[in-house]
């Protein structure tokens, strides 16, 4: 799981052996069960997600019902914008499957900021490359059918589509659980 | 302008003279036109636009329709996720009033960041940031119902209301012209 964290890193800044033995000194890595809860709504949080394996999502409790916003899996990074704007969370986090996840803080990484001034790069150009992956799935949503929804979900996270729930997909593509299911049978229609 | 630009600065970084001295002699500052096209689908870009004055927006040709995807105005910072990624541009970026921008490129602020590198830190700071109001934003969109979103948006931005045409409204909102005519017609029952 270390290699799998530092062939991450080394997309972005390449690390000597004491870099990296400042990081393992950091114990950032952490198992956790499918079901385990990270953050609740309402709470403070200062914690950053990375996952090496497994899948967590966010979602929100809206009238009694949950909407299912994000689907983190391999490599993805999650820090949730409560931990950003210090306030309150508005959503949930939660572990999808049984996970391997580093935990940093925001204390950690103003401490390894500050040792290792390239750190400051890396978070720099992942913040960026992450706001432009976000914002593309952003304007597809916007601007897809339902379909085309899961049509660009089926080519670009194949793996989704088997690893969550129904309904839990069902209200991150924006529909109901019903939808959903006519959708996929229509489309298993067109291909046969 | 100028004032603007080092006052939003200041939020994240204080700056020295020098450091003033040297954005003010990069001819940052730009006065376009409304209708401007400042990006063209299939073009590569490698230009950032910070808003001094006025409102940009993005949008997409669907079709041979134009989807309206997101508007920035007053101190909102936009760099085409065709710029991180080095690819052509999907979208098309223009000018929907006259507006004064700064226009930066990817070698200018390699350029500074590796002068000042103060300026690393405030490039990471406002990513995060971003990344953030982006999600906040998308989860609102994922799930609010579009009289939701159009409620939202009179909150939130209110003054896009009347600055941005109905029909480039309707399709950021992620609905039909026809649809927002109704809609707003319901909400004015609603309210008298």
């Known amino acids: 799981m270390q290699n799998k964290l530092f062939s991450f890193i080394s997309k972005y800044i390449s690390l000597t052996e004491d870099e990296k033995n400042a990081l393992l000194s950091l114990n950032l890595f952490h198992s956790l069960k499918k079901g385990t809860v990270l953050l609740k709504e309402g709470q403070y949080a200062k914690e950053s997600y990375f996952v090496l394996s497994g899948c967590i999502r966010t979602y929100y409790i809206i009238e009694g019902e949950e909407k299912t916003t994000a689907f983190y899996t391999e490599t993805d990074v999650l820090t949730p914008h409560c931990v950003i704007h210090q306030t309150p969370s508005d959503y949930y986090v939660s572990c999808v499957e049984d996970c391997i996840l580093t935990i940093s803080n925001a204390d950690m990484e ?33 601007t897809s059918s339902p379909e085309q929804r899961y049509l660009n979900l089926l080519q670009k996270r194949p793996d989704l589509i088997q690893r969550v729930p129904q309904h839990q997909l069902a209200s991150y593509l924006g529909i109901k659980p019903q939808s959903l299911s006519r959708l996929r049978a229509r489309i298993l229609e067109k291909k046969s």
Request: proline fraction near 3%; glycine fraction near 0%; charge should be neutral.
């Open 110 to 142: 103003a401490e390894v900021n500050s040792k290792f001034p390239k750190f400051e790069i890396m978070c720099r150009k992942l913040s960026e490359e992450l706001l432009a992956k976000q914002r593309i799935d952003f304007d597809e949503f916007k």
